[in-house]
């Protein structure tokens, strides 16, 4: 193990995101100065690749906790293992929309019924977002289902100066389900939403709290009202902040093949998961671990405010 950091490789993939990692085997024990390297990696690129990996559910969460302290799910799906809780495995997705009366297909467009509504961070309405998430391909498609991050930091940085000084003191709520367009009559995930709401009051730029870079922190699944404006301005100026968030070239697309692992910085970017696969008869099952994360704080050093739902480090 004592050449683990000089086999180890970080080739980017992209010109502002994205890094693949080579010559590390994850299900070793990895030294502290591999652990270190990876760790700048992932501040530097926001998303690290690893290919070829051969991790089960507990050589991928040990690996995770090198990195920091594992989430533990209170309600998972049916297909999450039932003897590692902070996997949760993302099949567990195919079932929701049958518990609510529709096929996935369905659900997925009512989730998704605009261009920019399925890019997300991890859990974004919570007070206290996980820092990091791990994610692994155990079965994926022949083809499609590939994932897309954007770097968050560099879409703030190319904000023009009079605009980012603008959005510098806004606040917005992050609920879950805003995203949703309901099903027409009653709608039991509609009815599911409302009884189980998480809403949190959070900076619109969040300040890194390890690199100390500014974050425009937006979404297109969470976000809906910019606080201390009215909704038509709101509209406007989510939209043109998600359009910034999603350009192109601040983004970098994965192709997965089964043992492919992605360690992406949840605090710095959004990703969109796939939808090209609903017509492919061929699973995808992927396994992830997040790794939990801080309650933002703006660049007034003011932090987020909970208003349903969530409390730091209550999961």
Known sequence: MTDQVTRLAVKPAAGHIGAEITGVDLAEELTDEAVAAIRAAVLRWKVVFFRGQRLDHTSHVAFARRFGEPIRLR????????????????????????????????????????????WHCDHGARVDPPAATVLRAETVPPYGGDTTWSNLA?????????????????????????GYQSRPGDDAYARHLLDRQIATDHPLVRVHPETG?????????YVEQIFGVSRP?????????????TRPEYTVRFRWEPGSVAFWDNRATIHLAPSDTAHVDHPRVMHRVMLAGDVPE?????????????????W
Request: net charge neutral; proline share 6%; no cysteine.
């Open 154 to 178: 560099v879409a703030y940085a190319g904000l023009s100066a009079p605009v980012r000084a603008f959005v510098d003191g806004l606040r917005a709520e992050h609920r879950l389900g805003v």
């Open 75 to 118: 309600s998972r799906g049916g297909a999450s293992p039932k003897d590692s809780p902070e996997v949760e495995t993302t099949a567990d997705r195919l079932e929701l929309g049958g518990r609510y009366g529709m096929d996935h297909e369905e659900w997925l467009r009512r989730r998704r019924h605009s261009l920019l509504r399925g």
């Open 233 to 245: 301005e709101s509209r406007a100026l989510l939209d043109m902040l998600l359009e910034q968030a």
């Open 298 to 314: 703006g660049v007034d050093g003011k932090p987020s405010v909970p208003i349903v739902g969530s409390e730091p480090g209550l």
């Open 213 to 221: 870079e500014r974050v425009l922190f937006v979404n297109g699944y």
